[in-house]
């Protein structure tokens, strides 16, 4: 392939080949179709949805499809679903593969929120490796019985706190479950999104499955810089931007042309406040202009970050209810 170096590459997760291993992380309230069809046009390679509930899919509730659409010239994306369920994650990952047939399905063994633990699922499944295997193989089964040949990944924490890290374990029930990727956060359940990531864990994780499925990084991924700086330390072969995206789609192409050339460039704040314009317009469509306007206030807040009068801007962001009132907030930087 063209393009590629020590750093950007081509990737494969099981069938699928991806032509770059820069990638937007599943974040709950931002990478929806709006915000990954502007990631993928900055130059992601890859992206995933926000996590979809594996007892909503199954119990048939309407807001779950919302969360998994496609984006506009989204050819290749990852569903990520979370449940504690071995069964339930099966059955709901049939249901996506038949409504949305994603590239990837991926679980989430990752998050924090107690509600979310409660039910055995997020982060309660990188301390509990048995059943995490469960739901892995399970999926894995149910998705080759139906004769769907989707890759299903894993995304883990290091551990539930610092006395308990047990990413390895995961990381190995995974792997005998016949995971096709694992993305490590190193960062315990009870440093919630606090504290330094401990990419160490990452070089660790790296050695333990020696090649046999690629290993992605998430975790204080914010510049091209970072990025370089964790391809060298760990040798994963993909990362995913997270916050680092949030308020820049085109982070992505910044980072290839880092790495790539070694060249810094910083996509000007009326490029950047545009896109942040369209993603708007776009959830408008989809949503109408209320529910649209009161879910980009916080998008925005990061869009806003860096300009001159940030802080002022922000105050107005908070209370914007209409296009009408973004436009006027950033009438200097949109034509
Ligand atoms: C607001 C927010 C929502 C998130 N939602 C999800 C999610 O739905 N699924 C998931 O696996 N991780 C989720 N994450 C975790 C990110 O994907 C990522 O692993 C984490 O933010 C660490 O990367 P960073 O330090 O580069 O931001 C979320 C993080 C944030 C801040």
């Known amino acids: 392939m063209e393009n590629e170096n020590q750093f950007y590459h081509s990737v494969a997760i ?52 919302e969360l998994m659409v496609r984006a506009p010239d989204e050819d290749k994306y990852a569903v990520q679903i979370f449940g ?17 047939n994603p590239e990837v399905i991926d679980i989430n063994a990752g998050c924090p929120v107690p509600k979310i633990i409660k039910t055995g699922a997020g982060s309660a499944l990188t301390r509990d490796p048995e059943r995490l295997f469960e739901v892995v193989s399970q999926t894995k089964k149910a998705l080759t019985e139906a004769g769907r040949d989707i890759p299903v990944t894993v995304k883990i924490r290091s551990g539930w706190d ?45 050695k333990l499955v020696c090649g046999k499925i690629p290993v992605f990084a998430s975790g204080d991924i914010f510049s091209p810089e970072n990025v370089k700086a964790c391809f060298e330390q760990t040798g ?59 879910e980009m206030r916080k998008r925005f807040c990061a869009y806003s970050k860096g300009l001159e009068k940030a802080s002022q801007m922000r105050a107005s962001i908070v209370s914007a209810n209409t296009r009408a009132d973004f436009a006027a907030i950033f009438s200097e930087y949109i034509s």
Request: hydrophobic share 40%; glycine share 10%; net charge neutral.
């Open 236 to 294: 994963v072969d993909g990362v995913m931007f997270a916050r680092g995206a949030m308020g820049n789609p085109f982070i992505f192409d910044e980072t290839k042309r880092f790495l790539l050339s070694g060249e810094h460039y910083s996509t000007p704040p009326n490029i950047r406040i545009s896109a942040g314009m369209e993603e708007l317009d776009i959830l408008i469509k989809l949503k109408g202009e209320v529910t649209a306007c009161r």
């Open 162 to 206: 610092s006395s308990s890290l047990t990413w390895k374990e995961a990381a190995d029930a995974s792997l005998k479950a016949g995971a096709d990727a694992i993305t490590l956060h190193p960062r315990t359940r009870a440093q919630g999104y606090e504290g330094k990531a401990d990419w160490s864990l990452l070089a660790e994780l790296v």
């Open 14 to 65: 099981g069938n699928l080949k991806l032509d770059g291993n820069l990638f937007l992380a599943p974040v709950a309230g931002y990478s929806d179709c709006a915000f990954r069809h502007l990631c993928k046009r900055g130059g992601a390679n890859f992206s995933y949805t926000e996590m979809v509930s594996a007892e909503a899919l199954v119990r048939g509730s309407g807001k779950t499809q």
């Open 84 to 100: 504690g369920e071995p069964q339930t994650v099966a059955k709901a990952a049939l249901i996506v593969a038949e409504r949305v």
